[in-house]
């Protein structure tokens, strides 16, 4: 069974950096390990809907984000470690959220939960004005 992990974040000033990571171990009950699956972040606000954030292909080749994100944050992945990364740059109090991490099958084009099978238990982040 696979299991994600998610560890940083936390408090920052608007205009401040942060990075998430997300550990993977085991496998999904395909067979499929972190290394042949797609990664994700989504994040959920108070009150809010959980949300799309960015997605990397199986081979770190392929990326898609967020159109509130394009350009600030950046999604990587180590298969070394098997880790996959957020990098959160120019943060603002609208990014803040618990972000989730998300192991899937299908290509980083499918933006919906539903598209994912594996979660993490989330990480706060929170952004200062």
């Known amino acids: 069974q696979v299991q994600l992990v998610e560890t940083g974040g936390g408090l920052v000033q608007a205009g401040g950096s942060l990075r998430l990571s997300c550990a993977a171990s085991g496998r999904t009950f395909q067979g499929r390990t972190f290394s042949m699956s797609t990664m994700a972040w989504f994040r959920q606000a108070e009150g809010k809907e959980r949300e799309f954030v960015a997605a990397i292909s199986s081979s770190g080749g392929g990326t898609n984000y967020a159109d509130s994100v394009q350009g600030r944050f950046t999604i990587s992945r180590d298969h070394a470690k098997n880790t996959a990364y957020l990098q959160m740059n120019s943060l603002k109090p609208e990014d803040a959220a618990v972000y989730h991490c998300?192991?899937?099958?299908?290509?980083?084009?499918?933006?919906?939960?539903?598209?994912?099978?594996?979660w993490g238990p989330g990480r706060q982040v929170t952004v200062s004005s």
């Open positions: 998300a192991l899937g099958p299908f290509t980083v084009n499918n933006v919906l939960r539903s598209h994912y099978s594996y």
